[in-house]
């Protein structure tokens, strides 16, 4: 298919397995132009739902997938970086299956399909962990044994290729470089996480050895005490499997609210008095805001404070709590700003009053279209790109 401006297309189809769908997306890198995009809800096997895909993609003409770009959620402390994938790389990517249980199974059984599917076409795993392995031992280092911190039990953090195409995206906007900045980006959606990125890496993060650490969630907990585990044992007579099912499906701002884990009616119900819809909001803007708190301390400063996710770009409520407060830091935020932006084709506008020494950002993350651009560049890398 040729692309638009008559260069020769390199169309790359991007696979997001989890564990309740599937999503899929075609970009074509040499024209940087969506071409196709799909999600199969509530799969029975992924394997099927990448039967489907294929049929989906046959049908709508796109036979000649010049690459593959996996999300995947668990890279541990081997991939620094996106990688090719090979019989080796998937053998690592299992050893690290049980630090990511729910994740990262289903993604393995995605790669193992679509490498049947398309057995000649390069495929990329894009980790979600690999940006934050510039973290310092400082912020990557849980205070336990040594022998359990040899066992894997550190700090990894995730939603890396989000954070990764924020700092990318407001450098360009601010017509500079990463190393010029230091931002604080806050993915919003429903798994939720902070990212410390000074100069162009990341130096902490709120997510930790699994996705449950950090800010209020959708449905998951975020930082509570770890005593709180034996106590549920001991003394309420909890499983282990019942443990984690409650702090990763039944908590947050579906267990606070009582009312689901969507913000929109969580905000609205709190508009109308309802004092548990209240208390959810209020739970979820301090956290964030004690985070970017102490994230600006960590770097010695902020420059920029960015927004993304489903409530960071959509929620002007939820941003003006987070924002309350940190006047001490030297922000000076214009709320009518912020009520008034509409965010179209990936534009960043910004939320502060002159003068204010921090900006305050807000784009749409594009996780799909980074893991597109991340399985381009290994391809050249590794010098298997035609394009
Ligand atoms: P994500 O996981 O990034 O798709 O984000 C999902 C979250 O974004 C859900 O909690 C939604 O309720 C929230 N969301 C989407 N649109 C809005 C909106 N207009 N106002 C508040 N929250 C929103």
Known sequence: MP??????????????????SVKCSVFDLASDTL???DEIERVDSIEGAIGLIAERLY??????????????AHGGEYFRDAALIDDALVKIIEEYTPLAPLHNPPILAGIAMTRQHWPDVPQVAVFDTAFHQTMPPCAATYAVPEAWREMGLRRYGFHGTSHKYVMLRVAQELNTT????RIISCHLGNGAS???IERGVSVDTSMGMTALEGLVMGTRSGDVDPGIFAYLKRALGFSVEQI????YKKSGLAALSGLGNDMRDIEKQAAEGNAKAQLAIEVYAYRARKYIGA???AMGGCDVLAFTGGIGENSATMRSRICDGLEF???DFDEEKNRQIKLEEFEVPQLQRPGSRIRVMVTQTREQWMIAQETGRICKREGIDDG
């Open 244 to 247: 984690e099912d409650v702090l």
């Open 35 to 37: 071409l196709f995009k």
């Open 194 to 196: 902070v990212c410390a």
């Open 329 to 331: 830091m030297g922000l």
């Open 178 to 181: 990463p190393v010029q900045l």
């Open 295 to 297: 994230y600006a301390a």
């Open 59 to 72: 049908q709508a003409g796109h036979t000649d997938i010049k690459a593959i770009g996996h999300r995947v």
């Open 3 to 20: 692309s638009p401006r008559g260069v020769k297309s390199h169309p790359c189809l991007v696979i997001n397995a989890g564990s309740s």
